[in-house]
C-alpha cells in the first residue's frame, strides 16, 4: 500500500532520521548501522521506535539474535525514503547532480554465477553509474524470479532456465558445462569428455530443483538414465566429492584451481556436446515500467560482457 502525505499536517519526521532508518535496511542490524553512522544502538533504537509510532506500522521485524528485516510496509517506505534522500543529496551538491542518473538498482544474481560474475558486473555499474547506489542478491532460479516479479529485484543475471513470458532476457554468453572428476583418474587426462562416456558413472549434481531436471534431460536426449549418487547445494562441495572419488560432479562452473577445500585435486573437463551449452542471461520482468537507472544498468552489463 503507497504512502501518502497528508497535506494538512506538519513535518514530525527529519532527514536524519530517514538516514537513521535507511541505514538500518542496509547493514541488517541496529548494531551495525549505529556504527556507520556513529551513533548509539540506544539512539538508534529510540529513533527508529519514534518513526514507527508516528507512522503507526511497523517499518522492520525486529526479534532479539535475529537480522532486522523490513516489513512489506517498510519496503514500500523504504524505497520512498531511498529517493528522498537521493534528492536531499543532489540539493546539497546541484552542480555535482545536475547531469548525474541518481537512485538505487538491486541486482539479482544465480548462486553459481555470483562466484564469477557478480563483482565484475559491480565495477562496471560502479565506475558507469558513481551516483548510483547499487544493492545485490543471490538466489535460487525460484527465488530470483518470485523478487523479480515483486519488485524487490530490478534486474538479474542467472541462466534461462524456469523463466516463463513474465520475464525479458537479454542473452550475455554461452556456458559450455564440465565434468568435475579426481585428478587420478583416465578421464582427467582428456582434453573433453562427451555425455555418453559420462553416463556410466555415478553423478554428483546441484540439489536445485530447476538444475537437477536440466542435467538429466540432457542424458535423456541420448537415451541414457545415470544413477545419480550426490546432491549438493554448493560447488565447492561437488568439487570436495569428486576430488575423492565419491562420482563426477557436472556444473556450469569451473574454478581456474585444481585443488578442492580439504587439499584434493580436482580436474574439470569440458563437455563437448553442443546441445548441452547454456545461455546466461539479464532478466526483468516484463510487467514493471523500466527506469532511467534500470535502463542505464542494463546497457552497462550487456557491454561488459560484450567487451569480455
Do not use: W
Amino acid at each position: 500500500m503507497p504512502f501518502e502525505a497528508n497535506n494538512s499536517l506538519m513535518l514530525y519526521l527529519t532527514l536524519r532520521q530517514y538516514e537513521y532508518i535507511a541505514a538500518v535496511a542496509r547493514a541488517g542490524s541496529l548494531a551495525a548501522a549505529a556504527a556507520q553512522l556513529n551513533v548509539s544502538q540506544p539512539s538508534l533504537s529510540v529513533a527508529l521506535s519514534q518513526v514507527e509510532a508516528r507512522l503507526g506500522r511497523k517499518l522492520f521485524h525486529r526479534g532479539k539474535g535475529l537480522p532486522v528485516r523490513p516489513t512489506p510496509a517498510g519496503e514500500t517506505y523504504l524505497s520512498a525514503v531511498e529517493v528522498l534522500l537521493a534528492q536531499a543529496r543532489r540539493l546539497e551538491d546541484p552542480g555535482r547532480h545536475d547531469h548525474a542518473v541518481t537512485g538505487r538498482l538491486t541486482l539479482g544474481i544465480f548462486d553459481d554465477l555470483a562466484p564469477f560474475h557478480l563483482c565484475p558486473i559491480l565495477t562496471a555499474l560502479g565506475q558507469a553509474m558513481p551516483d548510483i547506489e547499487v544493492r545485490h542478491r543471490t538466489g535460487n532460479f525460484e527465488t530470483l524470479a518470485r523478487e523479480m516479479l515483486e519488485g524487490r529485484i530490478d534486474l538479474a543475471v542467472s541462466y534461462d532456465l524456469g523463466l516463463d513470458a513474465s520475464f525479458s532476457r537479454t542473452p550475455l554468453m554461452q556456458m559450455r558445462p564440465h565434468a568435475l572428476v579426481a585428478a587420478n583418474t583416465p578421464l582427467a587426462c582428456d582434453p573433453s569428455v562427451a555425455l555418453q562416456g559420462l553416463a556410466r558413472h555415478p553423478l554428483i549434481l546441484f540439489e536445485e530443483g530447476l538444475s537437477v531436471r536440466h542435467m538429466l534431460g540432457l542424458f535423456r536426449k541420448i537415451g541414457a538414465r545415470p544413477e545419480v549418487r550426490h546432491k549438493v547445494g554448493s560447488l565447492e562441495l561437488m568439487r570436495s566429492l569428486a576430488a575423492n572419488g565419491a562420482g563426477i560432479g557436472i556444473s556450469y562452473g569451473a574454478p581456474d584451481t585444481e585443488t578442492s577445500y580439504d587439499g584434493r585435486r580436482v580436474v574439470a573437463v569440458p563437455i563437448s556436446d553442443r546441445f548441452a551449452e547454456e545461455p546466461v542471461v539479464l532478466v526483468q520482468a516484463a510487467a514493471p515500467q523500466t527506469t532511467e537507472v534500470v535502463t542505464l544498468a542494463r546497457s552497462i552489463i550487456t557491454a561488459n560482457y560484450s567487451n569480455a
